[in-house]
């Protein structure tokens, strides 16, 4: 962006045309580029940034959009709504994309919502002061100032729209993660969870176990199709880490409210609503997600490992439908060789979630296996690591999915792709079998 000094008298000409809340809007917008003037006035902040070469037509264009003062745009400005757009699509701006988010929830936040907001923060800032007439933006900005909420720190703000029932709001976050681990997969990550300061640097490549438990497995043949389940291990093996918080031996204690996050990822479409019903009716908190391509997968699985609110859970439960190999799921990349399976439960091995630790860990896989005269031989997965030494261990591992771990219970269900060509939308028969015997108690 091209910096050339704005006059003093056009800043107090658009001044005069704003309001108080649109004033509030472009500080808050501004507050990256001069964080020495959090207290400042619009006025003072626009003089200031010009003065030191940081606000530019091009960058008061952009503000001005930001506000939905398209009129100004065109009748001070002389520039048209279209412009800045084209701008904005060249990445030429001045707003860093996290202030956009903020300013964008702002505006589809009602009144008694932020009341809400505020009321549940207490939870997390008790001594924040909050005043009845603070807005949503003063309260990010308060909880920016404790360091609870960053660019790279959203689960907090993520977790009290849950409460409310912001379900569209809490995808508007998830895109912007999305978008940053998408804008980075070559450069430093834009968006990492909160957590990752506090925790081990995870590596996907061997991480280390201390358990020499291995499961045993069972295959039976329904339909057709080849169900491999895991006997859950409940012997009192302790993974690395602190002491097991079981009741006993051979019992995992299960009294938590929720039980724990139940995640499910589902690349086809068909079986979402049924299982998210039926792990709520449990007592989960069902997170979902549809149509993941597997650095979005890799993305949601690092920062759901990485929760903090494993602590107060009693178990974990994680739900996979997709295409695949045997030892892998595609995703909707569609690219062999995949997202290694053996990879899926090393988020949430003690080494990694210290927060599962001697807790139940619950794996449902339902694999559309695509024959290998079909499959596409290019990755487009990227993680922490040397990914073709992961392709190669997966390789290596041949036909062995059970993990070798202790506290998982894992059970994939594997079927030819034809069966999901020839009914695009009907359901898998092992997920039906599965919600129906979990919501009949009788019958399991």
């Keep these: 962006m091209t910096s050339c000094q704005v006059p003093a008298a056009l800043i107090h000409r658009i001044e005069e045309e704003l309001d108080k809340e649109e004033e509030e809007i472009m500080v808050f917008l501004c507050r990256d580029l001069a964080p020495d003037l959090a207290t400042a006035d619009l006025r003072e902040l626009l003089v200031t940034l010009s003065e030191r070469e940081k606000l530019s037509f091009l960058g008061l264009s952009e503000l001005l959009y930001r506000i939905k003062r398209f009129d100004l745009l065109k009748r001070i400005l002389k520039t048209e709504k279209a412009t800045v757009e084209a701008n904005l699509a060249k990445n030429l701006r001045l707003v860093p994309d996290y202030r956009v988010l903020m300013v964008e929830i702002f505006e589809n936040l009602e009144r008694e919502e932020v009341s809400s907001l505020r009321f549940l923060l207490r939870d997390y800032a008790p001594r924040m002061k909050m005043a009845k007439d603070k807005s949503f933006l003063a309260l990010v900005i308060d909880l920016e100032k404790l360091n609870l909420v960053a660019p790279n720190q959203l689960d907090l703000i993520e977790n009290c729209f849950r409460s409310i029932h912001r379900i569209d709001l809490i995808r508007k976050i998830q895109k912007y993660k999305h978008e940053a681990v998408m804008s980075s997969i070559h450069s430093q990550p834009v968006y990492v969870n909160a957590l990752q300061a506090s925790l081990p640097n995870l590596s996907l490549i061997d991480p280390p176990y201390n358990s020499e438990i291995q499961n045993v497995s069972k295959e039976k043949s329904q339909n057709g199709q080849s169900l491999i389940l895991a006997e859950p291990v409940h012997m009192s093996i302790q993974e690395s880490g602190a002491v097991s918080s079981k009741v006993s031996d051979d019992q995992y204690r299960m009294q938590s409210q929720p039980l724990g996050i139940c995640l499910i990822i589902d690349c086809i479409g068909n079986d979402t609503d049924v299982l998210e019903e039926t792990f709520r009716g449990l007592g989960y908190d069902v997170r979902c997600h549809r149509y993941l391509k597997m650095n979005a997968l890799n993305q949601t699985l690092l920062e759901t490992g990485r929760l903090q609110e494993h602590r107060n859970y009693d178990s974990f439960a994680c739900i996979l439908v997709s295409r695949g190999s045997p030892q892998s799921i ?82 994939q269900c594997k079927v030819d792709v034809s069966a999901l060509e020839k009914s695009s939308s009907s359901s898998s028969y092992y997920l039906h079998c599965l919600s129906e015997l979990l919501r009949n108690p009788y019958k399991r």
């Excluded at 030494?389 to 202790?406: D, E, F, H, Y």
């Design 330 to 411: 595609f995703c909707t990349d569609d690219t062999f060789p995949g997202f290694p399976l053996e990879e899926v439960k090393k988020y949430f091995t003690a080494d990694s979630c210290p927060e599962l630790l001697g807790k139940p860990k619950l794996f449902f896989i339902q694999s559309y296996i695509v024959p290998e005269n079909e499959q596409e031989y290019t990755s487009l997965l990227e993680v922490d690591g040397n990914d073709e030494k992961i392709i190669s261990n997966a390789k290596l591992s041949g036909k062995v999915t059970i993990p070798q771990v202790a506290d998982i219970f894992w059970s």
